[in-house]
C-alpha cells in the first residue's frame, strides 16, 4: 500500500514563510511527477506546483515567485518552499505523486490526505 504523508503546514502572518515536505512510502517502482495541489472550502482544488521526474518545475501563476518545489533529500520526497505568503494562499495543501508500484504497470496518481496552510493578515 502506497501513502503520501504531508508535513510543515501552520500558522503564519503575512509575509511570511513555510515548508511543506512530502513523502511517498511503501512499495514503489518508480515515480514520475510529484506536485501540490490546494483546496479552500467549498472551492475547486487547485494545481499550485509540480516537478517532472527530470527535475522540472511548472508553477501557477499565483505563487510564481514565491513559491518553489525542488526533491526532497530523501526518495520520493518533494518539498514545497512558500514565501512572501499571503491570506489568500490560506488553504488546505494536497500533495500528488505519479507512481508505478509494480513493474509493467500503469502510472497511478497517488493524493495525501493534506496540511493545513493558514496566512493571517
Known amino acids: 500500500q502506497v501513502r503520501l504523508q504531508e508535513s510543515g503546514g501552520g500558522l503564519v502572518q503575512a509575509g511570511g514563510s513555510l515548508r511543506l515536505s512530502c513523502t511517498a512510502s511503501?512499495?514503489?517502482?518508480?515515480?514520475?511527477?510529484m506536485g501540490w495541489y490546494r483546496q479552500g472550502q467549498g472551492k475547486q482544488r487547485e494545481f499550485v506546483a509540480r516537478?517532472?521526474?527530470?527535475?522540472?518545475?511548472t508553477y501557477a501563476d499565483s505563487v510564481k515567485g514565491r513559491f518553489t518545489i525542488s526533491r526532497g533529500d530523501a526518495k520520493n520526497t518533494v518539498d514545497l518552499e512558500m514565501s512572501s505568503l499571503l491570506p489568500q494562499d490560506t488553504d488546505v495543501y494536497f500533495c500528488k505523486a505519479t507512481l508505478q508500484m509494480s513493474r509493467g504497470d500503469y502510472y497511478r496518481d497517488v493524493w495525501g490526505q493534506g496540511t493545513q496552510v493558514t496566512v493571517s493578515s
Open positions: 511503501g512499495t514503489i517502482v518508480s515515480s514520475d511527477t
Open positions: 516537478l517532472s521526474s527530470d527535475g522540472r518545475p
